[in-house]
């Protein structure tokens, strides 16, 4: 495996690889490597010959009250992962190679960015919608491979994708979990042991969620009472928002069509730590 830190270095590779006709699938991160994390490079492997993984803390998705400074890092640990998973190219640059002095344009993402995560972190969809972009350019893939865990990123991405004709393949990948059903993140490191235990509660309540749908509950607005009920009855959980969205438009939906697909969204602070979760159901 290859560590590149310099974006042009990196271009080079890419398109010297495409050029001997290599089939190139990115995985975008944070670092702080898991599971999930993973298994979206084990995705990329299917899919592609030359797999890069790129781990860049982006500054400008970070709003001015969270945890950019306290993000983990461990550098010499990602880098082991990323070997044993088979990466071909490691992409880390430093935020003066991607935000260099003089830097300042920036992409603006439309009314999907607005809603849920977007409401409660202005800016945050803008700056993934720049950052994806510019690493686009810059790892040339043909595919590019993101979690489901990250919902509305997902759908932001598949939107900039086609309303700015990136000729790039977006495949999502499922949400990988621990065995109590809590979403893998880098952020589960600051959970206490007793927040650990209690934050399977929204997992509990996407299955919850998912069987009043199966039963036939059309009145979306009904289930997300429950859930957010279930959540808040434990002490150590809090909702911040539990939303259902149509699947294919990402709008907020408050009553089912029978037969059509739904996206419970969760966001729950479990003590200060503020946990994302989702499941796509049908109704
Ligand atoms: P992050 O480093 O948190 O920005 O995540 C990088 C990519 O990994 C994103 O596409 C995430 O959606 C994905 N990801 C993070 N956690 C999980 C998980 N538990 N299961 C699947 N994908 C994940």
């Known amino acids: 495996m290859q560590i590149i830190n310099e974006p042009e270095q990196m271009q080079a ?10 089939l190139l699938a990115v995985v975008m991160t944070m670092g702080a490597l898991h599971e999930g994390h993973l298994s979206l490079v084990k995705l990329a492997r299917e899919r592609a010959g030359t797999v890069i993984l790129t781990i860049f803390v982006n ?37 003066g190679s991607i935000y260099p002095e003089h830097y300042q344009t920036t992409l603006q993402c439309g009314a999907i960015a607005e809603q849920f995560e977007g409401q409660q972190r202005p800016g945050h969809f803008n700056g993934v919608a720049t950052i994806v972009t510019k690493l686009f350019n810059i790892t ?28 790039v393949s977006v495949v ?49 607005q009904k289930i997300v009472a429950e859930v957010a009920e279930m959540i808040n009855s434990v002490p150590e959980c809090r909702t911040d928002y539990v939303n259902f969205v149509d699947e294919e438009s990402f709008a907020l939906a ?3 069509d029978a037969g059509k697909e739904y996206r419970l969204l969760l966001a729950v602070f479990c003590g200060s730590v503020r946990l994302l979760d989702n499941r796509k159901m049908s109704a």
């Not at 590779?13 to 290599?22: H, M, S, T, V």
């Not at 979690?147 to 997902?154: F, I, N, T, V, Y």
Request: with cysteine; charged share 25%; net charge negative.
């Open 13 to 22: 590779i890419a398109e010297k690889l495409r050029l001997n006709r290599q």
């Open 59 to 95: 500054p400008t998705q970070f709003g001015a009250n969270e945890d950019l400074h306290r993000y983990p890092r461990p550098f010499e640990q990602d880098v082991a992962l990323a070997k044993s998973a088979g990466v071909d190219y490691l992409f880390a640059p430093e935020a």
């Open 140 to 167: 040339k893939p043909h595919t590019a491979i993101f979690g489901e865990k990250d919902a509305q990123q997902l759908a932001i991405i598949r939107r900039l994708v086609a309303d700015l004709n990136l000729d």
């Open 172 to 220: 999502a990948a499922p949400i990988v979990r621990e065995t109590n059903g809590l979403a893998v993140s880098s952020r589960n490191i600051y959970l206490s042991s007793h927040e650990r235990i209690a934050a399977d509660v929204l997992y509990r309540g996407l299955c919850h969620a998912e069987q009043r749908l199966a039963e036939g509950e059309l009145n979306l």
């Open 254 to 256: 408050e009553r089912a």
